[in-house]
């Protein structure tokens, strides 16, 4: 059974910081690339971070250049968001995606991120 669990979201003031991680089990972790969406109340989803399968190379959105920074660990199957100077755009429900072609694509329940004073 393919399982990806998120954790680590929470509330946290303009400026901290988060690390998300997501679990993942039931399949061929090493295959596939990892991604990080996000979806914030009233807007599009938003690819945030990828990660290769390897972890050799990883790509950032415009809008978390610098401050974000995924990575991953293909003995213990996990990849974590780290997510530093956090700002109240940042608020959104944060998803684990494993990508390997379109018909093997999976997704995690998602964990809330709120940034706010």
């Known amino acids: 059974q393919v399982r990806l669990v998120e954790s680590g979201g929470g509330l946290v003031q303009p400026g901290g910081s988060l690390r998300l991680s997501c679990a993942a089990s039931?399949?061929?972790?090493?295959?596939?690339?990892m991604r990080w969406y996000r979806r914030a109340p009233g807007k599009e989803r938003e690819l945030v971070a990828t990660i290769t399968n390897s972890g050799d190379n990883t790509t950032n959105a415009d809008s978390v250049k610098g401050r974000f920074s995924i990575s991953r660990d293909n003995v213990k199957n996990t990849v974590l968001l780290q997510m530093n100077s956090l700002k109240p755009d940042d608020t959104a429900v944060y998803y684990c995606?494993?990508?390997?072609?379109?018909?093997?694509?999976?997704w995690g329940q998602g964990t809330q991120v709120t940034v706010s004073s």
């Open positions: 995606n494993a990508y390997l072609t379109a018909g093997y694509s999976y």
């Open positions: 039931g399949f061929t972790f090493s295959r596939f690339a």
